[in-house]
């Protein structure tokens, strides 16, 4: 039996003004209260980060962000440092988001740059990989995941990867309602530790937290938790909601 302590995340995505995040965090918070046993997150807007931070202050959420920049400071307009999230109460981020990587050109490279930033930063990356439904059927799954993680991890030492987290998101299953059997899963996420167990050894990558991504929902998420190798979720659409969001923490 796994010791892994599961991680149930959200990702708000490009949703939700500060009053309507502070609304639903509060909600959630209030939902959650009773949790044990399992981490719960969410990842709001940068501009909601502070408000949200202060409502889930002593609660049983932690705050994430959705992305970072692996500078410092500097002059970089636009961009957000490690430094800066963690200065607004952030615990994670997620990094290498299959929407980042399609619509705004992040790659492997960018990716290893941006988990060296958080690490620096002391906050705990959610790094994601996954392939397209077109490298799916053309039976490059594995091999688009080997480069993913050899590239995203290049240059690290294991010891610095002790809080790392990983998701696996596959392109074809996210907002399309599209959903991965339970053995998919477990395939994949075994596959994904065989691989940290070659570059980072037995005991790092039997600790190492692979949640599942992609159209999570209330009445998939108990058979999903039931894999040896799946250790949570990151959930897109149907984290926006407190109630749905609960329900699926509380699988």
């Not at 149930?8 to 949703?15: D, S, V």
């Not at 039976?139 to 993680?149: H, M, R, Y």
Request: negative net charge.
């Amino acid at each position: 039996m796994s010791t892994r302590t599961p991680l149930i995340a959200g990702n708000w995505k490009m949703f939700k003004t500060c009053s309507e995040a502070v609304d639903t965090a509060a909600a959630l918070a209030k939902n959650v209260a009773d949790v044990s046993g399992r981490d719960v997150m969410i990842a709001p807007p940068y501009t909601a980060l502070h408000p949200v931070s202060e409502v889930l202050a002593g609660s049983r959420v932690s705050l994430g962000a959705q992305n970072l920049f692996w500078e410092k400071e500097g002059a970089y307009t636009g961009e957000i440092s490690a430094v800066m999230l963690a200065s607004v109460g952030c615990r994670y981020v997620i990094i290498g988001h299959s929407e980042r990587r399609q619509y705004f050109n992040e790659t492997d490279e960018t990716v290893n740059q941006r988990i060296q930033a958080a690490l620096k930063g002391a906050l705990i990356p959610v790094f994601c990989v996954g392939e397209s439904e077109q490298e799916r059927d053309s039976g490059q799954t594995f091999s688009v995941l080997d480069k993913q993680i050899k590239d995203g991890l290049k240059n690290f030492f294991a010891k610095d990867l002790a809080k790392l987290v990983i998701a696996y998101e596959p392109v074809w299953a996210i907002g399309t309602g599209k959903t991965a059997t339970s053995r998919q899963v477990q395939d994949v996420h075994e596959f994904l530790r065989s691989l940290l167990k070659k570059s980072l050894g037995q005991e790092l990558a039997e600790s190492i937290r692979i949640l599942y991504g992609g159209s999570v929902k209330p009445d998939n998420i108990a058979e999903l938790m039931g894999m040896p190798d799946v250790d949570g979720a990151l959930v897109g659409g149907a984290s926006l909601n407190p109630d749905t969001f609960s329900a699926i923490i509380h699988y």
